[in-house]
């Protein structure tokens, strides 16, 4: 009889978990023993400020990184075809989201290793559901082109797609973020609706939505060097 | 100044609310007193399961409906806008996620009150998080269409556009999901990944990947009069 792969989320900010994570994950995260962390330390450091029982050095935390090696699954995996309960842990935030670990996840179907998601915080999800837009249709691109002629190219293309209604939804990393902003307000229609949300479950959380035009008067957000999501619909 | 519209999940299953929501979520739910729920029923039922302390009939729970009337929307947001806190609840899940009060939260976004997205449970996302499918590019379509012809040639449609690699998802009804897994059998190539879920975080939960050529051999899920979540990736 198998182990259970648990999709075990963590937090997205600097807020104390229980505000993000329920009881019913925090206790499971706690029984477990075997972890496949995207970042081992960052694991490390989240499973100590839950209070996990163990000994951190008493656990196995093995590191799939940002690509996890396909080679490496199977191994991964033995314990838990032997057994084992285990966890897919990601940086932050939920596994397999925007985010390495979907490979390891479709080998344990294709393996008959039950796989438990639990509950957690997603920035994507957050920034959606406080964005106002669409969330009946919607769709996650990832992270957009990053120089700025292809980029300018590619939000006129988002900003056409999403007069059909679907609200588009988009990540930037936090030292590209500021130009990201400057770039939709550049290339986006002034009736275009434009979501930015940052830091969310943190102390500085900031959702905003407004039409470009209204952005290019308003305050500018706190976009420096932070992570941030975008939404877009025209 | 204005209070803060909390955007409040509750449970998507028979399970306890401490399984899927947050300690700090719960907290805030208990301290509100203003509600503008999808079903005041199931949100009575929902505030007395987390033993709100307040008598429920000594709160303000108000209806909102399956789709909000738009010339409700003032009344709604008056009392946060004179500075009292409240929160949009949905019947399941997160709010304004597949579901109504978009247009509640875009409208206090233009009247400058602040919004709050809390954590909880999104069948989607869970979906998505246990498929192994991609999580770094995905869409969410809503439902299909009904009608046998329309809703085989949407599901071609839908498997040559994520040939491109992004994940398609949609839901379906209880008493169509069996259907709409038969639809899915029929239209599509016998590579292409498809995820079947179905009662989230409940004591039925269910969350298997397999090629549609596999499905057609494979013990059939449990999808009887369940709500189901459906992803698919050529």
Not at 41 to 55: C, D, E, F, N, V
Not at 148 to 156: D, K
Request: proline content about 9%.
């Amino acid at each position: 009889m198998s182990g259970i792969l648990y999709l075990l989320p963590c937090p997205i900010s600097d807020s104390p978990a229980e505000t993000v994570l329920p009881d019913g994950v925090l206790g499971i995260a706690r029984r477990l023993r075997y972890f496949l962390a995207e970042n081992a330390k960052s694991t490390r450091a989240y499973l100590k400020s839950i209070g996990h029982p163990t000994p951190l050095r008493e656990l196995d935390i093995l590191e799939i990184g940002h690509e996890p090696a396909r080679d490496m699954i199977d191994g991964w995996l033995a314990p838990l075809l032997a057994g084992r309960d285990g966890a897919l842990v990601s940086e932050a935030g939920c596994p397999a989201i925007a985010d390495p670990g979907a490979s390891i996840v479709a080998a344990a179907h294709a393996r008959a290793v039950p796989v438990r998601p639990l509950v957690g915080p997603s920035s994507l999800l957050l920034a959606l559901m406080a964005s106002g837009l669409n969330g009946q249709q919607f769709r996650f691109l990832g992270y957009l082109p990053v120089a700025a002629p292809e980029r300018a190219r590619r939000l006129q293309a988002i900003e056409r797609e999403s007069r059909a209604g679907e609200t588009q939804c988009f990540i930037e990393t936090p030292y590209r973020s500021s130009a990201m902003f400057d770039a939709i307000l550049a290339a986006c229609g002034p009736a275009t609706r434009v979501t930015v949300a940052i830091d969310l479950t943190g102390n500085a959380e900031y959702v905003q939505t407004r039409p470009v035009a209204d952005w290019r008067s308003a305050a500018r957000p706190p976009l420096e060097r932070r992570p941030c999501v975008f939404l877009l619909l025209a």
